[in-house]
């Protein structure tokens, strides 16, 4: 038989050795329209079927090459051109998709974390951290830094820890990576709706940056526990904890970090010149999110830092929202104490005062002078985020625009 009646041995190789492959990078990266479609469980079971099938497409197209390459009458040579091209696109593919698109190797994670005190530090305290405080320990992990890297694997406080941050969705989470009993290794996989999706490495369970939730694999259905965090500036974290320890850059990313500049700093809503109403909701906007007990609110954060101080009331707790006067650095604050609900100003000094007794209080939520002192505000975990991301994983959310609560169905 001529290898003309052949060449669908060679076809099929070649689609078995690109099309999957291309499939798969365009899944996890964040590609025009990739993001938006609902296909986790699809990737997860496709980043597993990819090597087969290219061991497969690598036996078909040699075995027809063995066979058949350089026969057949007198359109060899344009036959053989055209298979040559196209066996030397397939490899420019396999770099694209397997090192160039590849998630691990555009977003590695720094191999020694260095941290740095106080003294010793060389990160501008205006930049923009995750703290954690552990069994009496502190760190801070700069933002520009470890959104680069995604993640850091620690140990803060002699307990293991998995800082988190993803850009896509502007939010960072702090889990315990013990899982049955066993410290897991975590790997960046790529991404899906816009968050970033890490797998550990017994289980090769994917889970979600955003939630802890574990979304396809042997664990699905499962949640990592989750660590309290601050989202603040590394100078406001220092006043609060000057003992703490600072992640320090890895010269190895130093050009990566430098893409990350003013991220922690300009929403895209100001660098929209097309847009005129700036206090417009779009998917981009930035909100600072909270759960209590089982139910999603956002805050809009644009309304939030001109008011600096929020009193609310949600899902019948009273709650407290602060942003100092860096408007970057935010608290949520459980506002009753002793079964008492306080209400807050902010007054002249910087500082806030209860109006039921008159009590001032720190940004540490620590009542310092009144007849409240010694007293401390329970903090309540909360999220900054961009507003798409906190919609998809909190669809029934309510949203708080500026003196008003509305459910909001979708956005610009």
């Given at each position: 038989?001529?290898?003309r009646?052949?060449?669908?041995?060679?076809?099929?190789?070649?689609?078995?050795?690109?099309?999957?492959?291309?499939?798969?990078?365009?899944?996890?990266?964040?590609?025009?329209?990739?993001?938006?479609?609902?296909?986790?469980?699809?990737?997860?079971?496709?980043?597993?079927l990819?090597n087969p099938?290219?061991?497969?497409?690598?036996?078909?197209?040699?075995?027809?090459?063995?066979?058949?390459?350089?026969?057949y009458?007198?359109?060899?040579?344009?036959?053989?051109?055209?298979?040559?091209?196209?066996?030397?696109?397939?490899?420019?593919s396999?770099?694209?998709?397997?090192?160039?698109?590849?998630?691990?190797?555009?977003?590695?994670?720094?191999?020694?974390?260095k941290?740095?005190?106080?003294?010793?530090?060389?990160?501008?305290?205006?930049?923009?951290?995750?703290?954690?405080?552990?069994?009496?320990?502190?760190?801070?992990?700069?933002?520009?830094?470890?959104?680069?890297?995604?993640?850091?694997?620690?140990?803060?406080?002699?307990?293991?820890?998995?800082?988190?941050?993803?850009?896509?969705?502007?939010?960072g989470?702090?889990?315990?990576?013990?899982?049955?009993?066993?410290?897991?290794h975590?790997?960046?996989?790529g991404?899906?709706?816009y968050?970033?999706?890490?797998?550990?490495?017994?289980?090769?369970?994917?889970w979600?940056?955003?939630t802890?939730?574990?979304?396809?694999?042997?664990?699905?259905?499962?949640?990592?526990?989750e660590?309290?965090?601050e989202?603040?500036?590394?100078?406001?974290?220092?006043q609060?904890?000057?003992?703490?320890?600072?992640?320090?850059?890895?010269?190895?990313?130093a050009?990566?970090?430098?893409?990350?500049?003013?991220?922690?700093?300009?929403?895209?809503?100001?660098?929209?010149?097309?847009?005129?109403?700036?206090?417009?909701?779009?998917?981009?906007?930035?909100?600072?999110?909270?759960?209590?007990?089982?139910?999603?609110?956002?805050?809009?954060?644009?309304?939030?830092?001109?008011?600096?101080?929020?009193?609310?009331?949600?899902?019948?707790?009273a709650l407290?929202?602060?942003?100092?006067?860096?408007?970057?650095?935010?608290?949520?604050?459980n506002?009753?104490?002793?079964g008492?609900?306080?209400?807050?100003n902010l007054?002249?000094?910087?500082?806030?005062?209860?109006?039921?007794?008159?009590s001032?209080?720190?940004?540490?939520?620590?009542?310092?002078s009144g007849t409240?002192?010694?007293?401390?505000?329970?903090k309540?975990q909360?999220?900054?985020?961009?507003w798409?991301?906190?919609?998809?994983?909190?669809?029934?959310?309510?949203?708080?625009?500026?003196?008003?609560?509305e459910?909001?169905?979708?956005v610009?």
């Amino acid at each position: 038989m001529s290898s003309r009646s052949r060449a669908w041995i060679f076809w099929l190789g070649v689609i078995l050795l690109i099309v999957p492959g291309l499939v798969h990078a365009y899944l996890l990266m964040p590609f025009p329209g990739s993001q938006d479609l609902d296909a986790i469980t699809v990737c997860y079971y496709l980043e597993k079927l990819v090597n087969p099938l290219r061991v497969v497409a690598t036996l078909l197209i040699v075995g027809y090459l063995i066979k058949y390459y350089g026969y057949y009458g007198k359109n060899t040579a344009r036959g053989n051109i055209i298979k040559v091209v196209v066996l030397v696109l397939s490899l420019i593919s396999f770099y694209f998709t397997d090192f160039a698109y590849k998630a691990e190797a555009m977003f590695k994670e720094t191999a020694r974390v260095k941290f740095a005190t106080g003294f010793t530090n060389k990160v501008p305290l205006n930049y923009l951290v995750i703290g954690v405080v552990i069994n009496g320990a502190a760190r801070a992990y700069p933002v520009v830094y470890l959104g680069y890297h995604h993640k850091v694997q620690d140990e803060v406080g002699r307990k293991p820890v998995l800082v988190t941050y993803c850009t896509m969705c502007r939010t960072g989470r702090v889990y315990d990576p013990v899982i049955n009993g066993v410290t897991q290794h975590f790997r960046l996989v790529g991404a899906r709706h816009y968050n970033a999706i890490i797998e550990d490495e017994n289980t090769k369970t994917w889970w979600y940056q955003a939630t802890g939730v574990a979304a396809v694999g042997e664990l699905k259905g499962h949640q990592l526990k989750e660590l309290p965090y601050e989202q603040s500036t590394l100078g406001a974290w220092l006043q609060k904890h000057p003992n703490s320890l600072i992640m320090q850059p890895d010269k190895l990313y130093a050009d990566d970090y430098a893409d990350l500049k003013n991220y922690d700093r300009v929403q895209a809503i100001d660098r929209d010149s097309t847009l005129e109403n700036k206090d417009a909701l779009i998917p981009k906007s930035w909100v600072v999110g909270i759960i209590i007990n089982g139910k999603a609110r956002a805050y809009d954060w644009r309304r939030l830092t001109n008011k600096h101080l929020l009193n609310d009331e949600f899902n019948h707790q009273a709650l407290l929202l602060g942003v100092e006067h860096d408007n970057l650095t935010y608290h949520v604050w459980n506002a009753n104490i002793n079964g008492k609900t306080l209400h807050f100003n902010l007054g002249n000094d910087g500082l806030l005062t209860d109006q039921e007794t008159a009590s001032v209080w720190d940004w540490d939520g620590l009542c310092i002078s009144g007849t409240q002192k010694g007293q401390r505000l329970a903090k309540v975990q909360a999220y900054q985020e961009y507003w798409r991301s906190w919609k998809h994983f909190h669809p029934t959310t309510t949203f708080w625009k500026g003196g008003e609560v509305e459910v909001i169905a979708d956005v610009y």
